[in-house]
């Protein structure tokens, strides 16, 4: 079973820019994963924010369009998330998750389909 780990998390200014990595071990499913970014910010519920399919194919939840940019690395295997023009409210534990559904990030990110998640890396955002 593939394992998701994230890493990059940390502190950041308004305004600034941070770079998160989910590092997905290989399985027999390695190509097909539709792979998603959410994150929960304290008292709120987890929410999708970008996703890419087995085909390059990306989404983005509104909030962060524009500003987040999702990306597979060049060995597939690591899919990372560039935050730039940070906001207060982008600060949250962040999560990768690995769904065989190929749009994933389409419609409200439902967690069901979502088959494996990592640890969460924690993304603070100051003024």
């Known amino acids: 079973q593939a394992r998701l780990v994230e890493s990059g998390g940390g502190s950041a200014q308004a305004g600034g820019s941070l770079t998160l990595s989910c590092e997905v071990s290989e399985d027999q499913y390695s190509d097909k994963y539709c792979v998603s970014w959410f994150r929960r910010a304290p008292g709120k519920e987890r929410e999708g924010v970008a996703g890419?399919?087995?085909?390059?194919?990306?989404g983005y939840a509104e909030s962060v369009k524009g500003r987040f940019t999702i990306s597979k690395g060049v060995d597939k295997n690591t899919v990372s998330l560039q935050m730039q023009n940070l906001k207060l409210e982008d600060s949250a534990v962040y999560f990768c998750?690995?769904?065989?559904?190929?749009?994933?990030?389409?419609?409200?990110?439902?967690?069901?389909?979502?088959?494996?998640w990592g640890q969460g890396t924690q993304v603070t955002v100051s003024s």
């Open positions: 998750a690995a769904s065989l559904v190929v749009d994933c990030y389409a419609g409200a990110w439902a967690e069901w389909h979502f088959v494996r």
């Open positions: 890419i399919g087995p085909d390059g194919a990306t």
